[in-house]
C-alpha cells in the first residue's frame, strides 16, 4: 500500500539562532520530507563539510590502532578533550598532525633504508671520495644490466661490471661528461647519507615512529569525542542544507515545501503548535504529483523484495500501485525455475548460512531474500529432478519419488513445461489487471480491465496454437471479441463515447500484438532453466565422462567440477537479475499501469544523529 501525503508549507522565524533549534526540533520528529525551494548554497556548508571531512579522517587514522591497547606511563599533557569547549576540533587536529608526522616519519625509513641497501649492493665506498672524484672531472655512474644490454657494452672500456642483483648486472661507467648515459639510461641515484649516518638516522626514526604510535594510541581512548564531534556536524550539516533550501521572506521569515504522511500529520501539529510554527497542510494538487514522494507500507513477508527494488532503482509513483508483493512472489518463483537446481540451492543456501553466522546472525532483510530464492530454487529443483546436472543422482530411489515425471529435466515433457510457462505469463499479466480494476473500482474503467483479462487469455490460447501446436478452442474468438468490447467501451469514459471508443479501437491491434509477445517473452523462463541443466551436465561429462583412472585425473575432474559448477552458478545469478527482474518489470508493470516514476520518501531526520 502506498501512504496517502499531504501538502506541508511551513514558515519559521529566519534568525540565526532561532532556526538552527527549531530546524534540529524538526528533524529530529523526522516525518516531513522536504522539497527544495532552492539549491542549498552558503559558506557555513562548505565549512561544515569540510570539517566534517577532517573528523572522519581523523576517526579512521585512530580505528587503525583499535585492536592495540597502550600500557605505558600517561602523557600529562593530553588533556581530556571531553571536558574542552571545541575539544573535538583541537583531538581532531592532534591526530591528524601525528598521522602527518607518522607519514613523514615513515617516508624517511624508506629513504633510509634504501640508502642503507645501496651500500649492501654497491659496496662501503663514501659519499665524500665520489664527491672529489666529481670535483676532479671524474662522474660515477651506476646501472642494472639485463645480460642483453650488457653484451651491447661489454667491448667499452670505460665500464666496470661489480656483481649480480637478482637477475640483473650491477654496472659502473666511469666518465668525464657528465652529460653521458649509458644505453641512454637514467643512472641509478645515489644515497643521500653516509652509511653510518643513515644507520643512526634509521635507529632514530624507528624511535621516533614508536613514540608518535603511543601518542595515538593514548589518544585513541578519546575516540568517542570524535565520534561526537562528527555527529553533531553530520547535525550541521543536514540542517545547514534544509534551513538554506528553503525561501527567506523579507529576511524575517523563512518558508519550506514539503509532503508528510497523513498518519504523521497529528504529530507535527502538536510539535507545530507548541513550537510555534506556522504551516499550512492541503492535498497536493494535480500537478504536483509527479513532486509527491512514495511511502510504500509492504507486509513483512514481502519485504524482502526491498534490496532488489533498490538495486534496480524501482519506486513506484504516487498515484501508482504497491507491486511488492506481486513482485516478492513471482519473482520468487522466477529465481527457483531460471536456476532449478536444488544442488545449487543448497550451495547457496549454505553460503547465506556461512555469511549469516559471520554477522551473527543480525537481523538484515538481505539475508532473509537470499534463503528465500534458495528454498526455491531447491524446491524446484526437487520437482524436476536436478541435482548439479547429473541424471544419476536424480534416480536415486528417495529422489526419484519427490520427482513430477512430466516437469523432469532429463526425460521430461518439454511441450507440458513450455505450456506452464505460457501460463504463468497469463497468469502474471491477469494478476496486474486485475490490480488495476481493483485501483479503479468505483469507476467503469475497472470493467475495461476484465475486457483486457478476456483478451490475455485469448493470446494465451493462440499463443500455445502457434508455438506448441495445441489446437486453440472456439472460446478463443469469443474472448477477443467480448474483449475489445469491454476495452473499446470502457477505457475511457472521460470522453465523449464515440470518441473514446474509437481512441480504444485504434490503440487496440497494437496493444494486442505487445500483449502477445509480452506471453511469449515468459518463454524465456523455460529456456534459460533448460541452459543452466545442459551446462551443469556438460560440465559433468568433461570431468568424468570418461572415468577417472589416475590421480592426476581425478584432481583434474574435481577442479573440472568446480569451475564448472562455479562458473554456471554465477550465470544462474545473473540470469536471475536479468530475467526475473524483467518480466516483473516489464512485462507485468507494464500491463499493471506502473511506470516506476516515483520518487522514494525521504524525511528530513536527525534521529540518528542525535546526541
Known amino acids: ?48 563539510d569540510a570539517r566534517i571531512k577532517q573528523l572522519k579522517n581523523a576517526i579512521e587514522v585512530l580505528n587503525q590502532y583499535d585492536n592495540e591497547q597502550y600500557s605505558g606511563p600517561k602523557n600529562e599533557e593530553i588533556p581530556d578533550y571531553s571536558k574542552l569547549e571545541r575539544g573535538a576540533v583541537f583531538l581532531m587536529e592532534k591526530v591528524l598532525d601525528a598521522e602527518n608526522h607518522r607519514l613523514e616519519l615513515e617516508n624517511n625509513k624508506l629513504n633510509l633504508t634504501s640508502d642503507i641497501r645501496w651500500f649492501e649492493n654497491w659496496g662501503n665506498i663514501t659519499l665524500k671520495a665520489i664527491k672529489e672524484l666529481n670535483d676532479n672531472g671524474i662522474w660515477i655512474k651506476t646501472y642494472l644490466l639485463d645480460d642483453k644490454d650488457l653484451k651491447k657494452v661489454t667491448d667499452r672500456d670505460d665500464i666496470q661490471i661489480v656483481g649480480k642483483f637478482s637477475d640483473l648486472n650491477q654496472v659502473i661507467l666511469l666518465t668525464r661528461d657528465t652529460s653521458e648515459r649509458l644505453l641512454d639510461m637514467e643512472a641509478l641515484p ?12 634509521l635507529a632514530a626514526t624507528i624511535k621516533d615512529l614508536e613514540s608518535n604510535k603511543e601518542f595515538l594510541l593514548q589518544l585513541r581512548e578519546q575516540k568517542a569525542v570524535l565520534v561526537d564531534g562528527l555527529k553533531e556536524r553530520l547535525r550541521r550539516y543536514d540542517v545547514r542544507n534544509v534551513q538554506f533550501g528553503g525561501l527567506a521572506v523579507d529576511k524575517h521569515v523563512r518558508f519550506w515545501k514539503g509532503f508528510i504522511p497523513l498518519e504523521h500529520v497529528d504529530e507535527f501539529i502538536e510539535t507545530a503548535e507548541k513550537r510555534h510554527w506556522g504551516y499550512v497542510i492541503e492535498d497536493p494538487l494535480p500537478e504536483e504529483e509527479e513532486e509527491v514522494p512514495t511511502l510504500v507500507r509492504t507486509p513483512k513477508w514481502a519485504q524482502r523484495i526491498q534490496p532488489v527494488m533498490d538495486f534496480m532503482g524501482l519506486v513506484p509513483g ?22 532449478g537446481d536444488a544442488g545449487y540451492g543448497l550451495v547457496f543456501l549454505l553460503i547465506t548460512f556461512l555469511a549469516h553466522r559471520k554477522k551473527k546472525f543480525a537481523k538484515q532483510i538481505e539475508f532473509g531474500l537470499i534463503y528465500t530464492l534458495s528454498v526455491s530454487i531447491m524446491f524446484w529443483g526437487v520437482l524436476t529432478g536436478t541435482y548439479f546436472g547429473s541424471e544419476a543422482i536424480a534416480e536415486l530411489p528417495v529422489l526419484r519419488s519427490l520427482k513430477i515425471e512430466a516437469l523432469a529435466s532429463f526425460g521430461g515433457d518439454n511441450l507440458i513445461i513450455q505450456k506452464i510457462m505460457f501460463l504463468i505469463g497469463a497468469v502474471h499479466l491477469t494478476v496486474g489487471h486485475l490490480q488495476v ?25 493462440i499463443v500455445n496454437q502457434m508455438v506448441l501446436g495445441i489446437e486453440a478452442p472456439g472460446l478463443m474468438v469469443w474472448l477477443f ?55 551443469a551436465a556438460s560440465f559433468n561429462q568433461m570431468a568424468i565422462g ?45 500491463h499493471a499501469e506502473v511506470e516506476f516514476s516515483g520518487n522514494e520518501y525521504k524525511p528530513f531526520n536527525l534521529k540518528d544523529n542525535k546526541q
Open 437 to 461: 480494476a481493483w485501483k479503479f473500482n468505483n469507476s467503469v474503467r475497472a470493467i475495461a480491465q476484465f475486457g483486457w483479462i478476456a483478451i490475455i487469455w485469448g493470446l494465451y490460447l
Open 1 to 48: 500500500m502506498i501512504a496517502e501525503m499531504k501538502k506541508l508549507m511551513l514558515f519559521m522565524p529566519d534568525s540565526a539562532d532561532d532556526i538552527d533549534a527549531e530546524l534540529t526540533a524538526l528533524g529530529e520528529l523526522g516525518v516531513l520530507h522536504i522539497a527544495p525551494l532552492q539549491p542549498a548554497k552558503h559558506e557555513s556548508i562548505e565549512r561544515v
Open 190 to 201: 645515489f644515497p643521500q647519507n653516509e652509511l653510518e649516518n643513515a644507520k643512526e638516522l
Open 481 to 535: 471479441i467480448g474483449g475489445a468490447v469491454l476495452v473499446a467501451l470502457f477505457s475511457k469514459p472521460g470522453t465523449s463515447f464515440f470518441k473514446g471508443m474509437l481512441s480504444s479501437i485504434g490503440n487496440l491491434p497494437l496493444s494486442i500484438i505487445n500483449g502477445f509477445s509480452d506471453i511469449i517473452s515468459y518463454i524465456r523462463l523455460y529456456a534459460v532453466g533448460l541452459s543452466t541443466v545442459l551446462m
Open 318 to 339: 504516487y498515484k501508482e500501485m504497491d507491486v511488492s508483493r506481486v513482485f516478492m512472489v513471482f519473482f520468487t518463483f522466477f529465481t527457483g525455475i531460471l536456476v
Open 546 to 590: 570418461d572415468g577417472i583412472t589416475t590421480v592426476a585425473s581425478g584432481i583434474g575432474a574435481v577442479l573440472v567440477l568446480i569451475l564448472g559448477h562455479g562458473l554456471n552458478m554465477i550465470l544462474a545469478a545473473m540470469a536471475v537479475l536479468v530475467h526475473g527482474v524483467r518480466l516483473n518489470m516489464l512485462e507485468y508493470a507494464g
